[in-house]
């Protein structure tokens, strides 16, 4: 009873820990990030859009970095 109080307690929250740890460097997440802010800034909407699509579709597949 004790030891699978223990596993469970070890792998429970796994499944939140997954998507970030695939993700090889954080580098290029933040110069999109960078880039957004940026566009921002200079009133460049649809630039700032196609970033914000781009960061979307990188959290959602997980394989494009």
């Known amino acids: ?3 699978g109080t223990l596993f469970r307690g070890l792998y ?10 695939n993700f090889p460097s ?9 880039h957004i802010y940026a566009a921002r800034e200079i009133g460049a909407l649809e630039l700032e ?3 914000y699509l781009l ?6 597949t997980h394989n494009i970095l």
């Open 1 to 3: 009873m004790t030891a």
């Open 26 to 34: 954080s580098k290029r997440l933040l110069d999109i990030c960078d």
């Open 12 to 21: 429970s929250d796994l499944r939140f820990r997954i998507p970030f740890e």
């Open 49 to 51: 859009e196609e970033f």
């Open 55 to 60: 960061l979307i579709q990188i959290y959602r």
